[in-house]
């Protein structure tokens, strides 16, 4: 029976190197000469140091430019709070989403549900594995998931017939 799964996981290697070009920019960069600023990546932590609330926006700022470079979607980002870590400084720790949360597959799968469509969704783990009998069905419904979940960077994968 064709099948394929709902994902949402972001491309690893290009999140890094858009996270090193950062840092080699903010390297470079007069503005940024002498202060506290950095970006790091540790597993899927990306944290962002800096003098101030104004130099944690200017990092952000050069981390999406990058991302949107690499093709990366900015929306795989879920931004932390800027916290005071002594003295003048602050950080920032942004997670990189990996993995569907459960109300949003449920959002999906009943998304899918209303639709009419002969497919049927199930949750499997941090995935939506999509079934139905035929193949214009299945692209219907990935069509379908594109639209109605806008906020989510979705990617479909395993795609069987």
Known sequence: MPSFDTVLEADLVKLKNAVDNSAKEIG????FKGTSAAIEIKDKDITLTGDGQ???D????ILRNKLAKAGVDVRYLD???VE???GD???QVSKVRNGIATEDAKKIQQAIKGSKLK???????DAVRVTGAKRDD???????IRSEVKDLPLSFNNFRD
């Open 28 to 31: 470079t960069r007069f503005d």
């Open 54 to 56: 104004f130099q944690i």
């Open 58 to 61: 200017q990092i952000n700022d």
């Open 79 to 81: 931004l932390g709070k």
């Open 84 to 86: 005071k870590i002594g």
């Open 89 to 91: 400084k602050v950080k």
């Open 119 to 125: 497919v049927q969704a199930s949750i499997q783990g």
């Open 138 to 144: 299945l692209q219907s419904a990935m069509a379908l």
